[in-house]
């Protein structure tokens, strides 16, 4: 499948958010392939170790959202989520799920482990403020949605 690098924030509501060099393959391309039944609307992802969230297709037709093995060129370490995650930019980072096992294809939006807990299903990310990782200085997140602003 075709290989994508994306250049992106990954932004915890947590209040820390990273900047990386992520390679994958565009979700799109991923569901292309599978043609899935007219009535998916969300895809749930499940990880080893019992993890979960679900992002509307909607959400995940965007162009730069993606299934990411590598960072840096270089295989996504065990850590970041390794071999497989989910990265969605625009979203909060709960919805990245790491260690991908299962992806599940639904009618309908769910909770999720963060969700259950009383974190937004939809996950938009707000204005507020985030530390960023790579320069280690807390800076504003002016407008909702994908931090492109550092
Ligand atoms: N399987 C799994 N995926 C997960 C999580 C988790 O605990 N388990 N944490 C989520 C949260 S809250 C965030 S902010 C990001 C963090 O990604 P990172 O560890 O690469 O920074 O992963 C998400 N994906
Ligand atoms: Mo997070």
């Known amino acids: 499948m075709p290989s994508v690098t994306?250049?992106?924030?990954?932004?915890s509501v947590?209040?820390?958010s990273v900047r990386a060099p992520w390679d994958g393959v565009a979700f799109s391309e991923f569901l292309k392939r599978i043609?899935?039944?007219e009535s998916?609307?969300?895809a749930t992802f499940r990880s080893v170790g019992g993890y979960e969230s679900t992002v509307s297709l909607e959400n995940l037709l965007k162009p730069r959202v993606i299934l990411c093995y590598g960072v840096e060129g270089q295989p996504l370490e065990l850590e970041y989520g390794g071999?497989?995650?989910l990265l969605?930019?625009?979203l909060w980072g709960y919805k990245s799920v790491k260690w991908l096992s299962e992806i599940?294809?639904?009618d309908r939006m769910k909770g999720g482990y963060w969700e259950d807990r009383g974190y937004s299903r939809e996950a938009e990310i707000e204005p507020g403020y985030t530390f960023d990782m790579n320069t280690r200085k807390r800076r504003p997140i002016r407008g909702g949605g994908e931090?492109?602003?550092f």
């Open 6 to 11: 994306v250049d992106a924030r990954l932004t």
């Open 14 to 16: 947590s209040g820390f």
């Open 35 to 37: 043609e899935p039944l």
């Open 40 to 42: 998916a609307s969300h």
């Open 83 to 85: 071999p497989l995650r």
């Open 88 to 90: 969605v930019p625009h």
């Open 104 to 106: 599940e294809l639904t």
């Open 147 to 149: 931090v492109t602003e």
